[in-house]
């Protein structure tokens, strides 16, 4: 096993830019996940069904980052 971490980010970057940026990413780093993320401010905002699932989802990474953390 290596000691190479994880890292994830989300940047917002111009259209444009993004294959040529993977591109560049991909030469300097070994990636392990890419994937660009839809918009869904609109649905978000529109949507009771939407805004409780995406609750969920933040409940579920929250509870388990804390068991993460405890059991390290």
Do not use: H
């Amino acid at each position: 096993m290596d000691d190479n971490i994880k890292v994830n980010i989300t940047l917002e970057i111009n259209p444009l830019d993004v294959v040529s940026f993977e591109g560049w990413l991909r030469d300097q780093l070994k990636v392990v996940d890419f994937k660009i993320l839809p918009d869904t401010t609109n649905l978000y905002e529109s949507d009771p069904v939407f805004q409780k699932m995406c609750k969920g989802v933040r409940d579920a990474q929250k509870a388990r980052d804390k068991y993460y953390n405890e059991k390290r």
